[in-house]
């Protein structure tokens, strides 16, 4: 054999791998690419398009969302409150007739107080009463500074107005007076 014969018959592992037909590769015309890209924008318009519409119907459903909740949260204190007006309509029914006296009407008055107050307790309302407490400016409201032998100087004398607090919240201070200590002897 001859030299030319080996290289003819002795192929290399590069040969080997090489497709013995190569396929011949189709470019896509200009033509053809455009139109691909515009079919894509149309499709990301699209989904662009729907997405704003889904973000607009999400934000008109949460403002009707968030109405309603504020047009119905206190439902729950509302149905609690309905016997509390059945009671005080019951108590000025009573009230009207000839035949009772003023005692019966404040003791009915003092059980619908306390149904009352027991109603909005349980709804989160938590009365602030600091008679003979320390004045704290952050829950009371100081009106009045007088003297007193009897309470110590920054001691709460007198409540005028109860405050209020709901869930924590201060909603009204208590309005109060506070002592100053003992009255000052006056020399002269």
Not at 52 to 63: I, M, Y
Not at 95 to 120: F, H, N, P, W, Y
Not at 141 to 148: D, G, N, R
Request: proline share 5%; aromatic share 4%; hydrophobic share 40%.
């Amino acid at each position: 054999m001859s030299q030319t014969d080996q290289t003819e018959t002795t192929a290399t592992p590069a040969d080997a791998a090489a497709p013995t037909a190569a396929a011949p590769v189709v470019q896509p015309t200009q033509d053809e690419l455009l139109l691909a890209a515009k079919k894509d924008v149309a499709a990301a318009h699209e989904r662009y398009l729907r997405a704003v519409a889904d973000l607009e119907n999400f934000r008109k459903r949460t403002v009707r969302d968030k109405d309603e909740l504020r047009q119905y949260a206190n439902s729950s204190l509302m149905e609690d409150l309905i016997p509390v007006l059945d009671n005080l309509g019951l108590g000025l029914a009573a009230a009207r007739t000839q035949q009772t006296d003023g005692k019966s009407i404040a003791d009915g008055v003092t059980l619908v107080m306390e149904q009352l107050k027991s109603t909005l307790t349980r709804h989160g309302l938590k009365e602030i009463n600091p008679a003979g407490q320390t004045f704290d400016p952050n829950q009371q409201e100081c009106i009045a500074h007088q003297p007193s032998g009897e309470f110590a100087a920054e001691l709460v004398m007198q409540v005028v107005r109860l405050g209020y607090t709901l869930n924590g919240r201060l909603l009204r201070p208590a309005s109060v007076i506070v002592s100053s200590g003992p009255a000052a002897e006056s020399k002269v």
